[in-house]
DNA sequence: ATAGCCTCCGTACCATAGTACGGAGTCAAC
DNA sequence: GTTGACTCCGTACTATGGTACGGAGGCTAT
């Protein structure tokens, strides 16, 4: 597949394919220089959608592209202990950003709860993450 | 108090405040113009600090400092239609959010069980977030 | 064989949320 | 009554994660 494909199979633009490939996240194949029979663009495969696909998920995990291409290269060199200690370092960080929105989730529900039409006056939104 | 002693309390620096009055998201209460007994510093209360405080929990719960403008401005006129409106859409963002970070913190803790030694020989990273 | 897309590449530009800098004025304490 | 810290202000710079642009070349369907 060209690229648009890859980008549309990875859930985001060609410009941003192209962005990972210039911070080294993802591969940029050689483009085939003879008159082969794919022609002379760059073809990707679906490692390449695996990877684009675990750019996107590792995001949202929290991770920063940076933190990213640690992972990726970890996944080559298989350095087991440097991937756990990354692994365990975002999970402690997950649980307490989870905790974080849990808290928040709950002041913003109040405050939503609060605020409908004939409860009290006021709708105190400066107050609503207040302990 | 002063500006430095408003940034602390709020537990941000001092330039961070200034940042948040441009934006509208702080008041610069006005300079005292005559020889008064507080001098010509512009002079902060606990108000100043309830809202610098809002401001940061807020962007804890993910609202962007623009959202934030928006709810600080609703808290003084009331409006509390607009107000429980965005409360619940952000409620709802954050739920989303919430399952999203605890599916990956679960793939993080799986791969790191994974990766520990004497496991499995690989330690497959690129597809730690795949179903 | 030509129109109408797509790719490639470099460079520029964007939004968000700050952070830094430098000079002029202010303030408190010694 | 001066020193040293703090304030004020405008402007510039940073990091992160993209997004856009324009021209040259490549590909394909008619």
Excluded: H, N, W
């Excluded at 750019?55 to 991937?83: P, V, Y």
């Amino acid at each position: 597949m060209t690229i648009a494909k890859l980008a549309s199979e990875g859930g985001v633009g060609v410009e941003t394919v192209r962005y990972y490939q210039r911070r080294g996240l993802m591969p940029e194949p050689a483009r085939p220089s003879g008159a082969s029979a794919s022609g002379r663009v760059r073809r990707y495969g679906s490692d390449d959608v695996r990877r684009l696909r675990f750019i996107k998920a590792a995001q949202g995990a929290g991770f920063t592209l940076e933190e990213i291409g640690q992972l990726l290269s970890l996944d080559a060199t298989e350095d087991r202990a440097r991937a756990r200690e990354l692994a365990r370092a975002r999970v402690g960080a997950l649980d307490e950003k989870i905790r974080e929105l849990q808290a928040a989730r709950d002041a913003l529900s109040r405050l939503a709860q609060v605020c409908e039409q004939g409860a009290t006056r006021l709708c105190p939104i400066l107050t609503a993450f207040e302990p």
